[in-house]
């Protein structure tokens, strides 16, 4: 009787070891089926004033789940703005703003300086946004009584 409880467990341990090799080896192939875009660009652009990098590194993750095509992503960016001029031209403007616009999001950023005057000529801001290669982003700069709009395109 011991004999065909210890044949009946080891059966019972190939096939639970059958079957939970199938789970993986399927959840393997969901994920081999997934089509994944990698994205690391640096944007670039300036005007008469002003110096603007937009850097972004993230993916798009296109798969599929129980047949119906699901979307994924993920992005880190980091948009620097620079001022040409020196740093006592800036001391008697009490406010900058500037804003980008890319075709998926925009972001707005205003700076008061009423007590004191800033202290860098160069400006970031951190974020998720995501922008493919092909994009262009629309930079509009406010400071004093100035406005000056320019755009970045990725480099080569």
Avoid at 56 to 76: I, N, T
């Amino acid at each position: 009787m011991d004999r065909r409880k210890g044949i009946t467990a080891i059966i019972g341990f190939v096939l639970l070891a059958i079957v939970v090799t199938l789970v993986v080896d399927s959840e393997n192939t969901e994920s081999k089926n997934a089509d994944v875009t990698e994205h690391d660009y640096t944007f670039s652009g300036e005007s008469e004033h002003w110096t603007a990098d937009f850097e972004m590194e993230g993916k798009e993750v296109f798969h599929e789940e129980k047949e119906v095509l699901q979307y994924d992503s993920e992005a880190q960016s980091t948009f620097t703005l620079t001022y040409k001029g020196s740093l006592d031209e800036l001391s008697s403007v009490e406010k900058i703003h500037f804003k980008y616009q890319t075709p998926g999001s925009s972001m707005e950023q205003t700076m008061n300086f009423d007590d004191l005057p800033p202290d860098d000529t160069t400006f970031t801001e951190r974020g998720n946004t995501l922008v493919r290669r092909d994009e262009v982003i629309e930079i509009t700069v406010e400071w004093g009584d100035k406005t000056e709009k320019f755009t970045l395109e990725a480099e080569e």
